[in-house]
Structures are given as structure tokens and as C-alpha cells.
T-cell receptor, first 114, second 117 residues
């Protein structure tokens, strides 16, 4: 089955710096890659996603890139702010027809220091 | 937007009792919902896929008799933890595919923290 690895597990940056989180996946049939932000005690919130027919997608300070050949995708956050501090999860969706389940990475705890 | 709610947000119960957690899609219908379990500082682990009007599909290693799932309507799925034990203490989160036209995008509920004494 699909396996998703995520690095780094923790990331500490100064406010205004950029943060990059990387994930790799194993199943070449996976075709959907969302990123979620989870704050303490809350459910994950979708922040951006990308599909396998697209190489890059951007939404204001957040961007995601996908390299299908290498089977890895990355989250880029620019001009980080303290409110970006949270745990970020990448996920991959192996195609199985119908509504596809998500396989999550281990998560990255991002701390943005003022 | 696609809003998913869960009830209760927190529950504390005694060992041996059963606990029911509800997951509702508030502004859309969901024929499929997913149930996840998350231990402290860990990732989300898919437990089962809840299907409206039919049996749930459980992931390998998840006891179906322990975690009963009922998807009785297009907006409600319930997870019942039967004969709960302290090792069942965890954060349980449900999700449902949204209505953006894509079958991929999933929206998560706020989670239910279960503590079994």
C-alpha cells in the first residue's frame, strides 16, 4: 500500500523567513496530494492541494510543488508569521475509485518565532 | 463551505462502557465519511470508511466489533467504541468529501477526545 514519509519532523524559523516541508510517496498511482494544518486540540484544516496533472500551485504565501517522477511533493510557506505555527501534515490519495482515502505523513511541527 | 461537526468534543468514561461519537456534515450530503484515530503528537491513522446504507470498510488491524460504525443518513455517521479500555483513549476525527465537484477533497471535523479511566 501507499506509504508517505515527511521531513523534517520539527522546523523552527524566524518570522518573515520561508519554511519548506517535504514529503515522498511510494505508490505511483496516487494522484491527489493535500496539505493540512492542525492546531492543538483541533481537527486538520485543508490549506492547499495539488493533483498529479499539475506541477505547482500557489495560494498567496503558500505554494506546493509536485515531482511525479521522483514521487515527492513539497510545501513552501513564505513570509512566515507566528500564526503559521502548527503541525502540518501531507497526505497522498491512492486511486481506488470513488471517494479516495488519504494516507498521511508523520507531520511537521512548525514554530515561527517573532 | 463544507463544514463537518463532531459531538461530543470531549468524553470521559469508565473502562468497560461504550461511547458513541457523532459526525455530521452540516451543509452538504456525504455518502462516504472516514474515521481516523490520532495519538498524541502522532499522525492520523485511518480506521474505517463509513458508507451510507451499507457496511463500513475497516482498515487492516482495526477491530470491527470494537469500533462499530453506522452511517444511517446522508449527513450522519456514528462511531461507537464498545467496552472501552484505557488504551482506546485517543483523539478521534472524522472527515467527509466536500462538494467542490471533486471526490478527493476531504474536510475534517474538530475531533473528539476520548479518555477512558
Amino acid at each position: 500500500g501507499e506509504n508517505v514519509e515527511q521531513h523534517p519532523s520539527t522546523l523552527s524559523v524566524q518570522e518573515g523567513d520561508s519554511a519548506v516541508i517535504k514529503c515522498t510517496y511510494s505508490d505511483s498511482a496516487s494522484n491527489y496530494f493535500p496539505w493540512y494544518k492542525q492546531e492543538l486540540g483541533k481537527g486538520p484544516q485543508l490549506i492547499i492541494d495539488i493533483r498529479s496533472n499539475v506541477g505547482e500551485k500557489k495560494d498567496q504565501r503558500i505554494a506546493v510543488t509536485l515531482n511525479k517522477t521522483a514521487k515527492h511533493f513539497s510545501l513552501h510557506i513564505t513570509e512566515t508569521q507566528p500564526e503559521d505555527s502548527a503541525v502540518y501534515f501531507c497526505a497522498a490519495s491512492p486511486f481506488s475509485g470513488g471517494y479516495n482515502k488519504l494516507i498521511f505523513g508523520a507531520g511537521t511541527r512548525l514554530a515561527v518565532h517573532p | 463551505g463544507a463544514v463537518v461537526s463532531q459531538h461530543p468534543s470531549r468524553v470521559i468514561c469508565k473502562s468497560g462502557t461504550s461511547v458513541k461519537i457523532e459526525c455530521r456534515s452540516l451543509d452538504f450530503q456525504a455518502t462516504t465519511m472516514f474515521w481516523y484515530r490520532q495519538f498524541p503528537k502522532k499522525s492520523l491513522m485511518l480506521m474505517a470508511t463509513s458508507n451510507e446504507g451499507s457496511k463500513a470498510t475497516y482498515e487492516q488491524g482495526v477491530e470491527k466489533d470494537k469500533f462499530l460504525i453506522n452511517h444511517a443518513s446522508l449527513t450522519l455517521s456514528t462511531l461507537t467504541v464498545t467496552s472501552a479500555h484505557p488504551e482506546d483513549s485517543s483523539f478521534y476525527i472524522c472527515s467527509a468529501p466536500g462538494t467542490s465537484g471533486s471526490t478527493d477533497t476531504q474536510y475534517f471535523g474538530p475531533g473528539t477526545r476520548l479518555t477512558v479511566l
